[in-house]
């Protein structure tokens, strides 16, 4: 199993950026295919953008498509979102999660998963 940990949440006003970070914590991290999911209160975790093990096919949720980026860099074993134009509905806890499978946007397709890091943006 691979052990994940997310950083860079926080308090943005709306129209800001924020970078998420996601270290793993695995040998063999380009095998996975690697996710990032969100749960704001009261809802359900939803997914957000997800990236194939060489960073070629990176595929969002088109509530934030054109607004938010995934990359990884697998020499550092880290996944990114950069998440630019935010607006209030994208406040979440944001969680990164990975997966053996080519692709999948099912949060039940993830055996691995962060701890979250909360996003918060005012309007």
């Known amino acids: 199993q691979v052990q994940l940990e997310e950083s860079g949440g926080g308090l943005v006003q709306a129209g800001g950026s924020l970078r998420l970070s996601c270290a793993a914590s695995v040998r063999t991290f380009s095998s996975y295919t690697m996710g990032w999911f969100r749960q704001a209160p009261g809802k359900e975790r939803e997914f957000v953008a997800g990236i194939s093990w060489s960073g070629a096919r990176p595929n969002y949720a088109r509530s934030v498509e054109g607004r938010f980026t995934i990359s990884r860099d697998n020499a550092k074993n880290t996944v990114y979102l950069q998440m630019n134009s935010l607006k209030p509905e994208d406040t979440a806890v944001y969680y990164c999660?990975?997966?053996?499978?080519?692709?999948?946007?099912?949060?039940?397709?993830?055996?691995?998963w962060g701890q979250g890091t909360q996003v918060t943006v005012s309007s």
């Open positions: 999660a990975a997966t053996m499978a080519f692709y999948s946007t099912s949060s039940r397709s993830y055996a691995s």
